[in-house]
């Protein structure tokens, strides 16, 4: 299943990512160190990590998988 990660910290278009990721039923995570009120669409989710340079990217890639280009 597709899951598309949001840095929340560093996005200025997650609203508009929520309607591309509503549009097509996707899940969508946001993912931030603080800040952000969570969204009321069940597609969306929050987690929120520890302040500190790139923690967001770091844990989204953890959990990325191979893309349609590896």
């Given at each position: 299943m597709?899951?598309?990660y949001i840095d929340a910290d560093a996005c200025p278009v997650k609203s508009e990512a929520e309607r591309v990721a509503t549009r097509l039923r996707v899940p969508m995570v946001?993912?931030?160190n603080g800040g952000i009120r969570p969204s009321q669409n069940p597609l969306v989710s929050l987690v929120i990590v520890s302040e500190g340079m790139d923690v967001a990217d770091m844990w989204i890639a953890d959990r990325s998988g191979p893309g349609m280009w590896s």
């Open positions: 597709t899951t598309l946001l993912v931030c």
